[in-house]
């Protein structure tokens, strides 16, 4: 079995899209939640949702590119592109050896909405021959492949909020078994559109509220849905021993994974939190269950039924060892980016990890008392974690869960 490592990152997100400037504003508590912008929001149940921070395509893109790209797969490719210059992998692996496995939760609304509003207002002869290669899925997935060479297996994982979490899991186990010695893992998500805040506000998962400091609540009392994000978050995974022949820098191990369903509802997650549990646990027991200090990075949506069901879930996968689990929500500042979130968070955790500083739950000023743990309110925290776990719970019942450990080799670049 190999040892897997993260060698690059790349975030665009709410608060921030470079990993710098996205750290510097999740350490101080800063979130990214604001009015709509992208639209007309008279009418709709949510008018507050977390866009994209100072994202400029133009910085990655053509202009005669964005024509053939989805919002979604920009924001992908970007954080992609950021990840690999991070890594300096490009030129250092075999193509052939060097795979994708990168997801959305809903894919390219942007474009449906628009081609849909053209075939209504125009008839059929008005939609873009490029409508279906720009809405499908995948297409984050290969566009990433087709930029950067990778002619290794290329693989869109959608498991609703659970897609960016899964798919650095199904990296790393690839990596871990050998039919790869790279990838580029993670996820995007762009639906923040008319007909996204539409479908999320009418099942009533979305917060109502019009104070953008008191929206997104994650295990606060007060809370009252999700606030929607946007962005993506990539990783450059390698082997540590492809990594440590080329000089790599090394920012953490990935250390263990879980992946489990419910099997219980369409959107509720299971209130007894047995089977998201065992998704925790067994990223912890593949992590060889160390006995120090660990960071959780939670789901922590801010809807009534995930907080109670995921402190329930950590508890079970902790039993009398749930003392020394640190936990925060960092959605209480990026909102809930949907399919980009577990991989936004995974290079949070990462960062903890590493700074030896706990992030913040923003805006957690009165605590549930059925969400009675560790949640770091308001401020950061240093501490030092032996190991940073990153949870991601989606709809239909996806449970999964990452842990990552300090690298086993510190390197420079050669």
Known sequence: ??????????????????????????????????PITRFDCSGYRASLAAEAEGFDPLDYFDKSDLRRLDLYSQYGIAAAEQAVRDSNILGAVSPDRFMVCFGSGIGGIVTFEKEHSKLIDGGPRKVSP???????GNLAAGNIAIRFGANGSCIPVVTACATGTDAIGQAYRAIKHGYADAAIAGGSEAAITPMGVAGFANMTALSNASDPDAASLPFDKRRAGFVIGEGAGALVLESLEHATARGARIYAQVAGYGATCDAHHITAPSPDGISSGRAISDAFAEAGSPAGIIYLNAHGTGTPLNDVAETRAIKRAFGESTGRIIISSTKSMTGHMLGAAGAVEAIISILALRDNLIPPTAGLHEPDPECDLDFTPLAARKATPELAMSVSLGFGGHNACLAFKQAIVELTDA
């Open 1 to 34: 079995m190999n040892a897997v490592v993260v060698t690059g990152m790349g975030a665009v997100t709410p608060v921030g899209s470079r990993i710098d400037s996205m750290w510097e504003n999740i350490a101080a508590g800063r979130h990214g939640i604001a």
């Open 130 to 136: 490029l409508f279906i290669p720009m809405m499908i």
